[in-house]
């Protein structure tokens, strides 16, 4: 049972890093221009604080799930957090990246982020819930410490091969660094845009509900 657990953890964590997002794109730049050697500081330090964000969501996720505007709150989370990141990748694209840098700087960053990491929030309520439900696993304090490992590994499965084959495609095309972190400032400017667009329109369809039955 506990191996189980420990694979339950590790599989949906390492599903819910594969879609395009603040961490695996900071990865991917991260990678393209400072190296493997930094990028897997990074992964270390955000797998890590994953395990107690992991622990402390599954813990408090029927709490959570009581809160009515949470999902408000997060997505303009997200909207200011891909706004910044999307504005300060743009701002820096067209500068050369630096040959040093500090051992530390990676590993602050991975914990930064681990923390300001606000679509974990409704991942693992909506997961959670339905393993502990389906009792896929146990919602004890053991199990969910092997449960939070799992977890932690998987982040740190799926991003290591985010790394991986960001060094392939940078490899196999030689993209310049201007170019990879345009493209990337545009995703970060996307994501924004979806959330705007996404909280928008939910605040509109109810209104035009009410209108179409009168």
Request: charge should be positive; include cysteine.
């Given at each position: 049972?506990?191996?189980?657990?420990?694979?339950?953890?590790?599989?949906?964590?390492f599903?819910?890093?594969?879609?395009p997002?603040?961490?695996n794109?900071?990865?991917?730049?991260?990678?393209?221009?400072?190296?493997?050697k930094?990028?897997?500081?990074?992964?270390?330090?955000?797998?890590?604080?994953?395990?107690f964000?992991?622990?402390?969501i599954?813990?408090?996720?029927?709490?959570?799930?009581g809160?009515?505007?949470?999902?408000?709150?997060?997505?303009?989370?997200?909207?200011?957090?891909?706004?910044?990141?999307?504005?300060?990748?743009?701002i820096?694209?067209?500068?050369p990246p630096e040959?040093?840098?500090?051992?530390?700087?990676?590993?602050?960053?991975?914990?930064?982020?681990?923390?300001?990491?606000p679509?974990?929030?409704?991942?693992?309520?909506i997961?959670?819930?339905?393993?502990?439900?389906?009792?896929?696993?146990?919602?004890?304090?053991?199990?969910?410490?092997?449960?939070?490992i799992?977890?932690?590994?998987?982040?740190?499965?799926?991003l290591?091969?985010?790394?991986?084959?960001?060094?392939?495609?940078?490899?196999?095309?030689?993209?310049?660094?201007?170019?990879?972190?345009?493209?990337?400032?545009?995703?970060?400017?996307?994501?924004?845009?979806?959330?705007?667009?996404k909280?928008?329109?939910?605040?509109?369809?109810p209104k035009?509900v009410?209108?179409?039955?009168?």
């Amino acid at each position: 049972m506990i191996l189980l657990t420990f694979f339950i953890g590790l599989i949906a964590n390492f599903i819910g890093y594969i879609p395009p997002g603040n961490i695996n794109l900071t990865l991917v730049q991260i990678t393209i221009n400072r190296g493997m050697k930094q990028a897997l500081q990074f992964i270390i330090a955000f797998s890590c604080v994953e395990f107690f964000f992991t622990y402390f969501i599954m813990h408090a996720a029927k709490w959570l799930s009581g809160q009515v505007r949470l999902d408000i709150v997060i997505d303009w989370v997200m909207v200011v957090l891909f706004g910044v990141m999307g504005t300060i990748t743009w701002i820096h694209r067209k500068k050369p990246p630096e040959t040093k840098y500090s051992d530390t700087d990676s590993i602050k960053y991975g914990i930064l982020l681990g923390f300001l990491n606000p679509m974990q929030v409704p991942f693992w309520m909506i997961t959670g819930t339905y393993l502990i439900t389906h009792e896929w696993i146990l919602d004890g304090k053991l199990a969910l410490v092997i449960f939070s490992i799992g977890s932690a590994a998987g982040a740190f499965l799926c991003l290591f091969l985010y790394a991986e084959f960001a060094r392939y495609i940078q490899s196999k095309f030689a993209l310049s660094t201007r170019i990879i972190n345009t493209a990337i400032a545009i995703l970060f400017f996307a994501f924004a845009a979806y959330h705007v667009v996404k909280r928008v329109y939910l605040a509109v369809e109810p209104k035009t509900v009410k209108v179409v039955h009168k």
